[in-house]
């Protein structure tokens, strides 16, 4: 059993959603959440349909669902637009001139965009992209800073019915580079620059270094200036967002495109190879976008929501973008760092701006109790009703500050599981029904059906430990890995038998409560993000030292996790004091920032077996600076471990 499942086990504090929070809320009880959990699995096409006639669709399905395991089809002929329901189905009513973004800049300034707005700035990106050539169902490739253009661009390429792939602005020229040669992108949507911490983030530059070889598929850049720090233009492939908004009117139909139409593409690391393509596709993702916001985050007109997320992954994509803009919801959008220009930056917006439901990360969450309660309770954060925690498992320490400080004792937390892959929420509390537990991420979301199994696929028994899977096609499934179903059907559909598995363990209490243990594959969960083990062993194997690597993850503090890096040097090579640095800087640069090794320990050998399998277990053991325990007979040269052990030195 891991340290994960134990130190939870003791954990059995329960928590009401008060009275008043229940008289509003969407489902009132436990047992209304049962009958409608029981209704959503055994008769999908009933539920999802209902609840699917709440989107505008061009043209009605003929079926719900399609299930050919491992591929599902969602809404069978039905053909709808995932712009007209973020945007122009609002438009009748007094939405019209709600406020659909409210946006704050990291250095202070202010924007609001309401329906009506965004709207037309939409309707204007997507004739800009008409324009450049871009037609249905080509790829666009989207590396922006957060701002209200992140979410247009994004927008307009789905009036379309081109498939956006945003990156996270963190990643480097190399993941760039990657994700265009993969999805072959046509058009770049990036900025000059965007605000960090005080700083300028080289967005366009990393553009240019990613298509600097000449040989990629992409015709035209499009740069939005947003810091105004100097960019060079390249001659017929540049050019500049607000000329090209002045060549275009505002009037642009919203394509009728197929309910498996695909959306997006968002790359995520997997335990082996490079990052995969995650495809979804239109209605049933935007369904349960739309769906989870409405009966998680209970969302009202007179909300206002923040998820602190960035649009580069997928959390900012199903809860900063489609779910809220579909509930017709106002929605917070910052730029920045948490602590810019001080600690208390994220309270002062809560405070400024009323915010009602709040949706952060348990990373962000532990930065913030280390920098000390001073800096909340300095202000009034009365507004809040909700909060919500998503990206890794929330300790239930963290649960109880987030609980006691941030939600003034008053406000239920939604910890909510879900991936990439799934698009949306799975496992979470309904914040008016579910008494929740602090660390579990209680019970399945409508139409999920949540399993803690073996390695035979059997169902373990209460608080064992086992492997998380759902059972049968859910409507915001991946559709496939872009270009290579074959791998999709191999990673995600085949360890337990008729079962989707992505990497999970968990365990689930006598109330059926899952806890999630965090990741038991290769991949790492380091401040909420994801990175593939193998995926930092190629970038520090490609650095010309390196003869060989091992990646494991130890337990931190803030970030959850933290990377410790075993290097076997090329014969020849010699130990600086630099190098170290060098290799991390390296990863840096080819990932990004966050794949950065914490610790890099430059060691004589690897462990492993007489077959040649690196001993992970073990180098997770030392990099905790834990004993070595358990069966090493294995190892093929035991004088190792000392020299290992020895390494961190
Ligand atoms: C982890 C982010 C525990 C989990 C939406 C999953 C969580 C990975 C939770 C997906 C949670 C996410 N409790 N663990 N509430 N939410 N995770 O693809 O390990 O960036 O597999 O999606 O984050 O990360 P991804």
Avoid at 8 to 24: G, S, Y
Avoid at 117 to 140: I, M, P, S, T, Y
Avoid at 526 to 539: F, K, W
Avoid at 587 to 593: M, R
Wanted: with cysteine; aromatic share 10%; hydrophobic share 40%.
């Amino acid at each position: 059993m891991s340290a994960n499942i134990e130190s939870h086990l003791n954990e059995n504090r329960v928590f009401k959603p008060a009275k008043d929070f229940v008289k509003k809320a969407r489902v009132q009880s436990l047992a209304q959440y049962r009958t409608m959990w029981e209704e959503s699995v055994k008769r999908p096409d009933k539920f999802w349909g209902r609840e699917a006639a709440e989107l505008t669709w061009q043209t009605k399905w003929k079926k719900v669902l399609d299930w050919k395991l491992p591929f599902a089809k969602w809404f069978v002929g039905g053909k709808l637009n995932v712009s007209e329901n973020c945007l122009d189905r609002h438009l009748d009513g007094v939405r019209r001139n709600k406020a659909a973004i409210l946006w704050e800049g990291e250095p202070g300034e202010k924007r609001v965009l309401t329906y009506a707005q965004l709207h037309r700035e939409v309707c204007k990106f997507a004739n800009v992209l008409k324009r450049n050539r871009v037609k249905k169902g080509d790829r666009v490739l989207i590396y922006m800073p957060m701002i209200p253009e992140a979410a247009i661009a994004m927008l307009a390429c789905a009036r379309i019915g081109a498939t956006h792939s945003v990156v996270f602005g963190g990643f480097s020229s190399d993941s760039i580079r990657d994700r265009i040669a993969d999805c072959q992108a046509s058009l770049v949507v990036t900025a000059d620059g965007g605000y960090r911490r005080g700083s300028i983030v080289p967005l366009k530059k990393n553009v240019d270094d990613a298509l600097k070889d000449g040989a990629s598929t992409i015709r035209r850049v499009i740069v939005y200036r947003r810091a105004g720090n100097e960019v060079a233009m390249v001659e017929g492939r540049d050019v500049w967002w607000h000329s090209e908004v002045e060549q275009v009117d505002a009037k642009c139909p919203a394509v009728a495109l197929d309910s498996e139409h695909p959306l997006f593409i968002l790359y995520t690391s997997g335990s082996t190879g490079k990052p995969k393509g995650i495809l979804h596709s239109t209605g049933g993702y935007l369904l349960q976008a739309y769906a989870t916001c409405k009966y998680v985050f209970d969302l009202r007109d007179e909300d206002v929501y923040w998820c602190t997320a960035d649009v580069g992954w997928v959390t900012g994509h199903s809860y900063l973008v489609y779910g809220p803009l579909a509930c017709g919801a106002t929605s917070l959008m910052y730029e920045g760092a948490p602590n810019w220009p001080e600690n208390d930056r994220f309270w002062k917006l809560i405070a400024e701006y009323g915010v009602t439901v709040f949706y952060t990360a348990p990373t962000a969450i532990r930065s913030f109790i280390r920098w000390g309660d001073e800096w909340v309770t300095k202000h009034d954060l009365s507004s809040l009703r909700l909060l919500g925690s998503v990206g890794e498992p929330i300790n239930p320490e963290a649960w109880m500050w987030y609980h006691e400080r941030i939600g003034g004792g008053r406000c239920p937390i939604v910890d909510t599981w879900w991936q990439t892959e799934t698009g949306a929420i799975m496992i979470s509390p309904l914040p008016g029904a579910t008494p929740t537990k602090p660390g579990s991420a209680t019970l399945p979301f409508f139409g999920v059906d949540a399993a803690v199994v073996d390695d035979e696929g059997r169902e373990v028994g209460v608080n064992q430990g086992g492997k998380l899977v759902i059972r049968g096609p859910w409507p915001s499934m991946l559709r496939t890995i872009y270009g290579d179903k074959t791998r999709f059907r191999k990673t995600y559909w085949s360890e337990v038998k008729g079962c989707y598995f992505a990497g999970d363990g968990a365990r689930r209490d006598k109330d059926g409560y899952f806890w999630i243990v965090g990741r038991i594959d290769d991949v790492l969960n380091v401040a909420g993000h994801r990175l593939g083990t193998s995926e930092v062993e190629s970038a520090l194997v490609s650095h010309p030292a390196v003869a060989e690597a091992a990646v494991v993850g130890r337990p931190d503090e803030i970030k959850g996790q933290g990377v410790v890096a075993f290097v076997v040097l090329k014969t020849g090579a010699t130990v600086t004091p630099k190098l170290r640095d060098e290799l991390r800087s390296h990863v840096g640069h080819v990932i990004g920032p966050i794949a950065k090794p914490d610790e890099v320990r430059i060691t004589e050998a690897l462990p492993k077996t007489r077959s040649g399998k690196i001993m992970r277990r073990l180098l997770k053991e030392i990099a905790c600076g834990k004993a070595v325990t358990g069966d090493t007979t294995t190892l093929e040269d035991l004088s190792i471990l000392a020299k290992l052990s020895a390494s961190g030195e």
